[in-house]
């Protein structure tokens, strides 16, 4: 069994960052891609960003240049630096782990208001 645990989100005014967090645990033998996730009220869930075991990065056209993925393997870890907040990034902000299965984490809430 492997879960999935994000940390970081929180109350944040436009302009500033956040730093998300989400940790694998469990039976891991190798996580291949990760990434991150938004769900807005009323909205479909969205490809945030996304990082493949060698460090290629992928990221949404709406946070390029402010969002930074990244990861440690060794403790099975992705991040996602999120600078220059908009309100529309307010979001439910999941994880996601591929490890030739997909597991999901339970989310964070990020939002951004002043």
């Known amino acids: 069994q492997v879960q999935l645990v994000e940390s970081g989100g929180g109350l944040v005014q436009p302009g500033g960052s956040l730093r998300l967090s989400c940790a694998a645990s469990?039976?891991?033998?190798?996580?291949?891609?990760m990434g991150w996730y938004r769900q807005a009220p009323g909205k479909q869930r969205e490809l945030v960003a996304a990082?493949?075991?060698?460090?290629?990065?992928n990221y949404a056209d709406s946070v390029k240049g402010r969002f930074t993925i990244s990861r440690d393997n060794a403790k099975n870890t992705v991040y996602l630096q999120m600078n220059s907040l908009k309100p529309e990034d307010t979001a439910v902000y999941s994880c996601?782990?591929?490890?030739?299965?997909?597991?999901w984490g339970k989310g964070t809430l990020v939002t951004v208001s002043s």
């Open positions: 990082i493949t075991s060698s460090g290629t990065t």
């Open positions: 996601n782990a591929n490890l030739l299965r997909g597991y």
């Open positions: 469990g039976i891991i033998y190798k996580i291949y891609d």
